[in-house]
C-alpha cells in the first residue's frame, strides 16, 4: 500500500511540521486516528536510556484509565513490552502474547474493559538509547490496511521524531547555556565580515531593547552604537575576514547600561547558515547581585550568615569599615569577624578573600 497524495498533505505535512506544537504532534496524531478510524494513536518516545517515556496521544486517556484498572499486563499502559519490537515492523495485538494463551485471553480481556478490542504498534527509533513507539488502538479489529498504512508512516515518522528530540536536546543546553550566562554577567553578539548582527544573545538583546526600545535585526549593523563604535566593529570584522589569526581586541559598546566586549574571531561552524560568522563579540553586561549570595557562600564554607555577609560585602569593594557599618557592626566586632573569617576561608587578607569570593560558584547565584 503506497501513501495516497491526500496521506502525503494531511499526514507527512502535519506530521514534520508537528514537532513546533504544544503539545507536540496533535495534528498529525488526530489525522492518523481519524484516517484509521481509531479510538486511541499515540507516540511513545524515551529520549535516552532510563529516561522516563513520554507519551503523546489523542483520543480517550487510555494509560490512565488502565492505571486505575490496575492492568498491569496492557502494553499500551506497559511500556516495556515495546522494547521487544523489532525497528519497523508492525505487530498486531495477539503477537505480544502469542506464546502463552492465558496472557493472550486476559489481555483481551483488558483491553474490552477499555473499551478497545484490537491494537496495532512499530517501533520507530533504537538509537543511543533513544526509543520511539507509534501505537493505535481501536473498538473494532485492526485491518491489513491499518498495518500497510503503519508500515508506509515508520520511515517518516522515525525522521520526524528523531529531529523533534535533537531540537529538544538542543532547546536544553540552549537554556542551560543562556541561564549560565545570565548568572555571569555576560553575552555575546556573532558578526559577518561587514560587521552586520548574524545572532545575539537573548540577554543581549533585552538590554538593547532596554537601552534603544527595540533590538537589532539580523543583517543590520550597530548604528543605536555610535560612529566610533561602528567603525571599531567593521574594522575588526573586516580584518578578521582576511585571516583566522587576529589577536583579541577591547572596545566598550555602549556607556549606559554599561557593556563592554572582547571581540575576536568566530570559531568556524559547519553549515551553509553560519558560514559568513567572522567575529564574535563576548559582552560583560551590568547583573544586578542576588540577594542570597551570602547565603550560598555560607553553604560552601561553613559560615555563619553574618560571616558571609561581611564577605559579599568586601568583596563588593566595602572597606573593612564601611561593611561594618553596613552590616550595624562596631569597628572592633567587624575585626573580630573578618579574623574569623579569613582563617575559614584559608585567605591571608581582603584582597585574598576577593578572589576566593569571586572564584566561587555563590557569585553566580
Not at 507527512?12 to 504544544?22: D, Q, T, V
Not at 547583573?287 to 568586601?314: K, V
Request: proline share 5%; net charge neutral.
Amino acid at each position: 500500500m503506497a501513501l495516497t497524495s491526500n496521506d502525503e498533505t494531511d499526514l507527512l505535512l502535519p506530521l514534520f511540521a508537528g514537532a513546533a506544537e504544544k503539545p507536540p504532534f496533535q495534528q498529525f496524531l488526530e489525522r492518523l486516528r481519524r484516517r484509521a478510524a481509531a479510538t486511541f494513536v499515540s507516540f511513545l518516545i524515551r529520549p535516552g536510556e532510563g529516561s522516563d517515556v513520554i507519551q503523546l496521544f489523542v483520543g480517550p486517556d487510555i494509560p490512565r484509565l488502565a492505571r486505575e484498572l490496575n492492568l498491569d499486563e496492557l502494553h499500551l499502559a506497559d511500556r516495556i513490552q515495546y522494547d521487544r519490537l523489532r525497528p519497523g515492523r508492525v505487530y498486531s495485538a495477539d503477537e505480544f502474547d502469542d506464546h502463552d494463551p492465558v496472557l493472550k485471553a486476559r489481555r483481551a480481556r483488558d483491553m474490552r474493559r477499555l473499551g478497545l478490542a484490537d491494537e496495532r504498534a512499530v517501533r520507530l527509533l533504537d538509537e543511543k538509547g533513544a526509543s520511539a513507539w507509534l501505537v493505535i488502538a481501536s473498538e473494532r479489529a485492526c485491518t491489513a490496511a491499518d498495518s500497510a498504512l503503519l508500515s508506509k508512516l515508520a520511515p517518516y515518522a522515525a525522521i520526524a521524531v528523531s529531529t523533534f528530540l535533537a531540537a529538544e536536546r538542543q532547546r536544553l543546553s540552549d537554556a542551560a547555556n543562556e541561564d549560565t550566562l545570565l548568572r555571569a554577567g555576560s553575552g555575546w553578539i556573532v558578526f559577518d565580515k561587514a560587521a552586520r548582527v548574524l545572532a545575539m544573545a537573548p540577554a543581549t538583546m533585552d538590554l538593547f531593547v532596554r537601552a534603544f526600545g527595540r533590538s537589532p535585526s539580523q543583517g543590520q549593523r550597530l548604528r543605536e552604537l555610535g560612529l566610533v563604535v561602528e567603525r571599531a566593529l567593521t574594522d575588526a570584522a573586516s580584518s578578521y575576514a582576511e585571516g583566522p589569526g587576529g589577536l583579541p581586541r577591547t572596545l566598550v559598546l555602549l556607556e549606559s547600561p554599561r557593556i563592554e566586549a572582547i571581540l575576536s574571531p568566530a570559531r568556524q561552524v559547519e553549515g551553509i547558515i553560519h558560514d559568513g560568522a567572522t567575529m564574535i563579540a563576548t559582552c560583560r553586561q551590568v547583573r544586578i547581585p542576588s540577594p542570597s549570595r551570602a547565603e550560598h557562600l555560607a553553604q560552601i564554607h561553613n559560615l555563619p550568615r553574618r560571616e558571609a555577609e561581611l564577605a559579599i560585602l568586601l568583596a563588593d569593594g566595602f572597606s573593612l569599615a564601611e561593611a561594618g557599618s553596613a552590616m550595624g557592626l562596631t569597628i572592633e566586632t567587624t575585626r573580630n569577624y573578618s579574623k574569623r573569617l579569613f582563617a575559614k576561608v584559608g585567605v591571608r587578607g581582603q584582597a585574598e578573600l576577593v578572589r576566593a569570593v569571586y572564584e566561587s560558584c555563590a557569585i553566580l547565584a
